[in-house]
């Protein structure tokens, strides 16, 4: 069964940086796409980047454009998202997926989805 699990969310105050990691170990990076969502409450599921898999193209949303940098190490089976100049707006419950081949922009294309990991921006 394969398995993504985040961390690095936590609280930070506005215009701070975290740092989120997905591991997927049993996952071949350049074989699967993997997305960050995110949903805060009250909301829908909002995609906001994506890493694809043969070549690594990166996408994002433009609510985040300019201030989350995607980024993987497939020797570590680890995607990141570093978030800079955070705002309250981004607080959010952060899941990352993945599915095997090209990206997609469609949740439900998503096989995979790790726990979550709840980021908070405080004003």
């Known amino acids: 069964q394969l398995q993504l699990v985040e961390s690095g969310g936590g609280l930070v105050q506005s215009g701070g940086s975290l740092r989120l990691s997905c591991a997927a170990p049993?996952?071949?990076?350049?074989?699967?796409?993997i997305a960050w969502f995110r949903q805060a409450p009250g909301k829908e599921r909002e995609g906001i980047s994506v890493?694809?898999?043969?070549?690594?193209?990166?996408y994002y949303a433009d609510s985040v454009k300019g201030r989350f940098t995607i980024s993987r190490d497939n020797a570590k089976n680890t995607v990141y998202l570093q978030m800079n100049t955070l705002k309250p707006e981004d607080t959010a419950v952060y899941y990352c997926?993945?599915?095997?081949?090209?990206?997609?922009?469609?949740?439900?294309?998503?096989?995979?989805w790790g726990q979550g990991t709840q980021v908070t921006v405080s004003s």
């Open positions: 890493i694809s898999d043969s070549d690594g193209s990166t």
């Open positions: 997926a993945g599915r095997e081949g090209p990206y997609s922009d469609y949740a439900w294309r998503y096989e995979y």
């Open positions: 049993g996952f071949t990076l350049t074989y699967n796409s």
